[in-house]
């Protein structure tokens, strides 16, 4: 298929990026923005028009405001995740950590809070873009100064081997298969203690507090486990 005007731009071809929000002024924000970083914008401003464009344009991310005027955007994740794997990023103005941890749990990938800033906001698309692509993965992870042998049962810091306790080894297996992205208490605590386990969230702040002390490097100031308060954690991606 011939490319194109709209997906040709200084040699590249471009990135599809679906925004579902009824407010125009953030839609025209994400427009403006994100065509000057080479992605090219789908918008839709209720949800029907939105799971429409979702079949029709196949867009590579979504955007997904959770306040649309017709549908709850926590039902449209449910409803697209029944036939579409598409990375979605909620957009919300609410502070409501359940409703993060509903849509996280529902399927969505990500979520940023608005007001937001362009910069986060790029990042967090790189990543679920990442996560789109196929990639031959091996035994060993790498982030940053981490690295990880799953086969070996390794992990270093720095290039230096470290000792973690089983808990701790199978908390971060889960943390960096989800690199970049909140992973929540309730995934965190299934995977890893079981499903009998899930409401018991004291468990992760012992364990997560020992596990970034040893965690920590002499060349980055910055942690690599950051907490989504009152939602989950993430593993900074560093690559």
Not at 194 to 209: A, F, I, M, Q, T
């Amino acid at each position: 298929m011939d490319k194109t005007p709209n997906e040709i731009r200084r040699g590249l071809i471009l990135r599809k990026i679906l925004v579902i929000d009824d407010e125009n002024s953030i839609r025209k924000l994400l427009r403006v923005s994100l065509e000057a970083n080479n992605y090219q914008i789908i918008e839709a401003e209720n949800a029907q028009e939105g799971i429409q464009k979702i079949i029709e344009e196949r867009p590579e991310i979504i955007l997904l405001d959770l306040g649309l005027p017709d549908k709850n955007g926590l039902t449209v994740i449910k409803e697209v995740r029944q036939w579409s794997s598409t990375p979605i990023i909620v957009l919300t103005v609410q502070d409501s950590d359940q409703d993060k941890i509903e849509a996280l749990d529902g399927g969505a990938d990500d979520y940023i809070t608005k007001s937001f800033s362009i910069p986060e906001l790029l990042v967090r698309i790189r990543v679920a873009l990442r996560h789109t692509t196929p990639q031959e993965q091996g035994p060993v992870f790498k982030c940053g100064p981490l690295e990880m042998d799953l086969a070996a049962h390794v992990v270093k810091i720095d290039s230096q081997p470290i000792k973690l306790t089983a808990t701790e080894f199978d908390i971060l297996k889960v943390l960096i298969r989800y690199k970049g992205r909140v992973v929540t208490h309730r995934v965190l605590l299934n995977e890893v203690w079981g499903p009998n386990s899930v409401e018991h969230v004291h468990y992760l702040r012992v364990y997560l507090g020992n596990l970034r002390k040893k965690l920590k490097s002499e060349t980055s100031v910055e942690e690599l486990i950051s907490t989504e308060a009152g939602v989950g954690y993430r593993l900074i991606d560093k690559d």
